[in-house]
C-alpha cells in the first residue's frame, strides 16, 4: 500500500460557480505538511467514477484535511459534484514539488486563469504572513466571463491588490489576464512571477517574464494516469539537462518556467 494513500471523507461540497465546486476532505493531519502547488489523485467508491483516479490542485489546508476547488467538465468531475457530506474517497497525496517561497522576496505577482486559481489562492494564503504585507502581493485574475472569476472576495480581503480581466469585458479589464500582468510588470518590477492557468497562457507569462529576466514559477496543469512518476503520460516538453520531456506529476507540477519549452510541436 502506497504511504501516501488515505480513506478519507466528504466535509462539504458547496457549488461556487457556473459548474465549480469547493469540497473539503477529512483527512486528520495527513496533509498539515501540504506545500501550494502540490496536488491528489482522487478516487471516489463509486461504480459510476472512472476506473483512473483524476489529479486535483490542493486548493487550501483545513484544520484536519484539505479543500479542493474543481470545475465539472467529464464524468469523473460530474461523480464529484454529486457527492455528499459523508461519502468516501480514496485519496493519494499530498503528491509534487510545490511553489518555493523566498521570504526576502517583496514584490509578488502571481497570475491565474480559471480554475488556475486553485494553487494560486493555497499560495496566497501561505504568503500573507509573509514580512512585504499586502502592498507587496499582486493577484492578477482572469476568465471568459465574470461568472468564472474565483476567489475575488476572498482574495481582496487577505489585502491583495486584485487586478481582474475578462475576455468579454464583464468584469475589470477586457481581455487576457497576460495582458494586465505584461503591463503591470512595467510599471513595478516584482521579485517573482507565480502562475497556474491554461498552456497558452502559462506560454506567454513565461515569455514575459523571461523578456524582463524575472524568476517565474509555473503549475502546469496535465491528465494523469498515476501521479507518482509511473506512467510516464503526463510528458511536457522541457530544454535542461533533465532530458527532452519533464513528467508534471513528479518533475512538477510547479516549474521553473526556464525550464520549459512551449514552442515544441
Not at 457556473?18 to 501550494?36: H, K, Q, V
Not at 484544520?63 to 461519502?87: I, N, S, W
Request: hydrophobic content about 45%.
Amino acid at each position: 500500500m502506497n504511504k501516501n494513500r488515505i480513506d478519507a471523507t466528504v466535509l462539504y461540497n458547496r457549488r461556487t460557480g457556473p459548474d465549480c465546486y469547493r469540497m473539503g476532505i477529512a483527512a486528520g493531519s495527513a496533509y498539515d505538511g501540504a506545500l501550494p502547488g502540490q496536488f491528489v489523485m482522487l478516487r471516489l467508491k463509486n461504480p459510476s467514477f472512472p476506473l483512473l483516479r483524476r489529479p486535483f490542485s490542493i486548493h487550501r489546508r483545513l484544520k484536519d484535511g484539505f479543500e479542493l476547488l474543481y470545475k465539472v467538465v467529464g464524468a469523473g468531475t460530474r461523480c464529484l459534484a454529486a457527492c455528499r457530506e459523508g461519502h468516501p474517497v480514496d485519496v493519494l497525496g499530498p503528491l509534487g514539488r510545490g511553489f518555493p517561497i523566498d521570504a526576502n522576496h517583496a514584490c509578488i505577482f502571481m497570475a491565474a486563469g480559471g480554475i488556475g486559481v486553485a494553487p494560486i489562492f493555497f499560495l496566497a494564503q501561505v504568503l500573507q504572513n509573509n514580512a512585504a504585507g499586502a502592498a507587496g502581493r499582486y493577484v492578477f485574475l482572469g476568465a471568459r466571463t465574470r461568472e468564472g472569476l474565483l476567489c475575488v472576495d476572498e482574495m481582496r480581503a487577505m489585502g491583495l491588490q486584485v487586478s481582474l480581466s475578462t475576455d468579454d469585458g464583464s468584469a475589470g479589464e477586457k481581455g487576457m489576464v497576460t495582458g494586465a500582468l505584461a503591463a503591470a510588470v512595467k510599471r513595478r518590477r516584482p521579485d517573482v512571477v507565480y502562475a497556474c492557468g491554461p498552456k497558452a497562457m502559462l506560454h506567454q507569462v513565461a515569455e514575459t517574464a523571461e523578456r524582463l529576466h524575472l524568476p517565474c514559477w509555473l503549475s502546469v496543469e496535465s491528465v494523469m494516469a498515476c501521479g507518482v512518476g509511473a506512467c510516464l503520460g503526463c510528458a511536457v516538453p522541457g530544454r535542461d539537462a533533465a532530458g527532452p520531456y519533464l513528467h508534471v506529476c513528479s518533475d512538477g507540477p510547479v516549474f521553473d518556467a526556464a525550464r520549459l519549452r512551449f514552442n515544441a510541436a
